[in-house]
């Protein structure tokens, strides 16, 4: 059964995030890109069920010329191949127009599933695999946790607040994934070297009839970082252990009203 | 190549591939999950883990930089950033790769007979066997050319009598490369674990390399069959050339610990508050050993780069391995020291990694030609005076 996995490309999580000039932006300068971590569950789950069942796993990323690196990620973890839409500074953070953008490459691909990351790091929608999904027509679990694939159907299982929910749904679908899934593997360096010789397509995104500047059901106003944290008070107790307990316990229950 | 990335002062890491970059990102990954969450307590405990080899193995950590056997094929950069990375965790895990691959699968795949290398070289690749390589001898170190083992014909098989000290690996091996002198010179063989006459203890007390296995071989009438002789053997030379592929390795794993402990030493004395409300970073001493620590590194590698290209286009002298080994060795034995004195008190305990890339860099200092025999084969190069045996001595 054939797979297909988006994939996006991030910051890497241990990156300092500084703001742009233009203030809705993030500074690129320094940053390093990887492919973000819910979508390694995606691929490494397509990678399993290709390895057992046959077929072969697409990674699709739809993102600026450096993205092509996560797809280069991708296949040499293993991936058969890679399509890559070229654009999307413009449309950062647009779930819909995203959405829209991976329909459109996909709407005439042959696959069983589509898997994609429960959320991207950084953005952290969670909105682009379910209105995928719905602009596929496909039916949907979001946030899986364990998946088995049979002969046209499929059972999921997603944890919900203190218990867990299972599905059973016909295939084609679309899952997205998240931790505890599975162990993502590592990148073998033969797989690295292999990398290089697999195709990745290139599509701009006028080729597939998107206008990334038309429709934007989404804009970015301003960014700011979390405010500093102020200096932190400190109580003197050497002389007076008693009285200092007691500005503690005053301090706790009227100022940061934590009891 | 530092992992805070806004101090790639000289854009070191645009000197690098797509491929090269995810070479390293990938044995940096793996490193950061499996190795560093326990490295503290395996130097504690003195315990090599060898629970990780298979997976090295899997990631083809092992003999990398040759193609034969479907092995990648890694260039001589690629091969240099994995040294890196596994060096900037630990010398002992970056030891472990250097014998597998630059000790023990090189000769092999140099001078082993096809049966030889058909046995060996995907079990090695894999990690489902594990090799070590036996020059040294108690008597003789850093000139090996003096070594007592003896291996002596008898019939088809070769008898094998003497000691080897210091060996990597050596308790946990499969398979030794044991070079011992013959009458046709000095040759090597390939001693499986178990053979009769063959026996191994492990060194323990030890204050450095403490995550690596490092044994005492001897050889009691071990005799061996005519297929163990590795045929393309034909002198020291042979070991020489062997070691010159490790020590490639160890210049750019040197730099791998020489990060570590630099990037530690930055961190912490940014945090580190001490008069006048400000971090120790602020005081132009400390800043002084930052700016040193810093730009020897950054040399170093452009040191190893250009030994990398040389490497690739089969020009590169064995001084000149020399020479890179020498000096990045001793580029993070400082860096170490530096490290040291910016953590205070904080870098005597295991909580910090400085302590023990300070004690494993003392044998990185010792091992595959000392600091100080490399400086004589750089004034023998530049001189055309060789100065091994003592003024005087015939
Ligand atoms: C942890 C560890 C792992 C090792 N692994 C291996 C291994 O896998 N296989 C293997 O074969 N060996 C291995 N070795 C051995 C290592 O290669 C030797 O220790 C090294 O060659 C130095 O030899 P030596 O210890 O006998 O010192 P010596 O040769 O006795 O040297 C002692 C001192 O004298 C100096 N010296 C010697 N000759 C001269 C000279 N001509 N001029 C000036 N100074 C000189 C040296 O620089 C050094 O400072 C390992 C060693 C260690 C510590």
Redesign the interface.
């Known amino acids: 059964m054939n797979c297909i996995v988006c994939v996006t490309s991030v910051p890497d999580t241990a990156s300092v995030i500084k703001i742009g000039a233009d203030g809705n932006q993030i500074d690129e300068g320094g940053i390093k890109w990887i492919l973000s971590p819910h979508d390694e569950y995606a691929l490494e789950e397509a990678l399993k069920i290709t390895e057992a069942q046959g077929g072969e796993v697409t990674v699709v990323t739809y993102g600026p010329a450096r993205a092509e690196a996560v797809l280069r990620d991708c296949l040499a973890r293993g991936a058969h191949q890679a399509v890559h839409v070229i654009g999307g500074e413009e449309t950062l953070g647009d779930s819909f127009k995203i959405a829209q953008t991976l329909a459109a490459i996909l709407k005439d691909r042959e696959y069983g599933l589509i898997l994609v990351g429960v959320q991207s790091v950084g953005t952290d929608n969670s909105q682009v695999g379910q209105m995928l999904a719905e602009l596929l027509d496909l039916p949907h679990v979001a946030g899986i946790t364990s998946l088995e694939v049979g002969e046209g159907t499929l059972n999921a299982s997603r944890e919900v607040e203190g218990g867990k929910e299972i599905y059973e749904s016909p295939l084609p679908a679309l899952l997205t994934c998240q931790k505890g899934l599975n162990e993502p593997r590592y990148a073998a360096l033969k797989g690295i070297m292999a990398a290089k010789r697999k195709p990745v397509e290139k599509i701009e995104p006028s080729d597939i009839g998107i206008d990334e500047g038309a429709g934007a059901a989404y804009r970015l106003r301003s960014l700011s970082l979390p405010p500093e944290k102020g200096e932190g008070t400190l109580l003197q107790g050497e002389d007076d252990p008693a009285g200092a307990a007691g500005n503690l316990v005053k301090l706790l229950r009227e100022e940061a009203k934590a009891i | 190549m530092f992992?805070r990335?806004?101090i790639d002062l000289y854009s070191v890491d645009a000197l690098l591939t797509?491929?090269q970059?995810?070479?390293r990102d990938?044995t940096r990954?793996?490193v950061r999950d499996r190795v560093m969450p326990s490295i503290e307590d395996w130097a504690w405990h003195e315990r090599f883990p060898t629970e990780l080899i298979a997976e090295m193995g899997?990631?083809?950590?092992l003999g990398?930089p040759y193609s034969d056997f479907?092995?990648?094929?890694?260039d001589s950069i690629?091969y240099g950033l994995?040294n890196q990375e596994l060096e900037r965790a630990d010398s002992g895990i970056r030891s472990f790769v250097s014998v597998q691959t630059s000790l023990v699968m090189y000769p092999i795949l140099q001078w082993g007979s096809e049966e030889q290398k058909k046995r060996w070289i995907l079990e090695l690749g894999k990690g489902r066997a594990i090799g070590c390589f036996a020059l040294t001898e108690p008597d003789f170190g850093s000139n090996p050319g003096g070594m007592r083992t003896r291996a002596r014909r008898d019939g088809k098989d070769w008898i094998l009598n003497g000691e080897k000290m210091w060996i990597t690996n050596g308790g946990i091996a499969d398979i030794a490369v044991v070079w011992a002198r013959t009458d046709d010179g000095v040759r090597a063989f390939l001693v499986e674990k178990g053979a009769k006459g063959f026996s191994t203890v492990d060194q323990t007390g030890k204050y450095s390399l403490r995550v690596s296995v490092t044994s005492q071989l001897v050889f009691e009438d071990c005799r061996v069959p005519a297929s163990a002789l590795l045929p393309g053997t034909s002198g020291l030379k042979n070991a020489l050339a062997c070691l010159n592929q490790a020590r490639y390795g160890i210049a750019w794993g040197a730099l791998g610990s020489a990060m570590a402990t630099f990037e530690a030493a930055l961190d912490y004395a940014g945090a580190r508050v001490q008069f006048g409300g400000k971090p120790i970073a602020a005081h132009q001493m400390v800043q002084e050993k930052l700016a040193w620590m810093f730009d020897e590194i950054i040399k170093g590698q452009l040191l190893a780069f250009r030994m990398a290209q040389l490497k690739d286009q089969k020009k590169l002298r064995h001084e000149a391995v020399s020479m890179a080994k020498r000096n990045n060795v001793r580029v993070a034995r400082e860096c170490a020291r530096l490290a040291r004195e910016i953590h205070g008190a904080n870098g005597i305990v295991n909580e910090y990694p400085i302590m023990r890339h300070m004690m494993n860099l003392e044998t990185v200092n010792t091992y595959e030609g000392t600091h100080d025999i490399h400086t004589l084969v750089l004034g023998a190069f530049l001189t055309g005076y060789p100065a091994f045996e003592p003024p005087g001595s015939s």
């Open positions: 992992i990335r806004d797509d491929e970059r995810m070479v990938t990954a793996w899997d990631l083809d950590l990398a479907d092995l990648p094929g890694l690629g994995i």
